[in-house]
Nanobody, 127 residues
């Protein structure tokens, strides 16, 4: 079992920055990849960013590339999403997810690759 708790969401203006955090408990944190997804009102949950277990490989959705940075601290059982130059279209509930059981050394963008999810943290970007 893995429990994930996100924090750091809020209401910001266009161009502002936010840092989301996700604290994990349960199985050894450094043994599985992590990802961030988001779901805007009335839309499907989509991939935002992912990082492998060793932090040497990361991947991003085209819509956030160059603005968002994913990182993890295995000693603190945490993964982060630094979001810069925020836009109104970034408004969504953001979820962190754990790909427990994945054997590969890469990062993963499909929701089906992730077996544990947090409850989400809401980010609203006003224009």
């Amino acid at each position: 079992q893995v429990q994930l708790v996100e924090s750091g969401g809020g209401l910001v203006q266009t161009g502002d920055s936010l840092r989301l955090s996700c604290a994990a408990s349960g199985r050894a944190f450094g043994t599985y990849p992590m990802g961030w997804f988001r779901q805007a009102p009335g839309k499907e949950r989509v991939f935002v960013a992912a990082i492998n277990r060793n932090s040497d490989k990361t991947g991003y959705a085209d819509s956030v590339k160059g603005r968002f940075t994913i990182s993890r601290d295995n000693a603190k059982n945490s993964v982060y999403l630094q979001m810069n130059s925020l836009k109104p279209e970034d408004t969504a509930v953001y979820y962190c997810a754990a790909a427990v059981g994945i054997i590969g050394g890469g990062w993963y963008s499909r929701p089906d690759d992730y077996s544990y999810w947090g409850q989400g943290t809401k980010v609203t970007v006003s224009s």
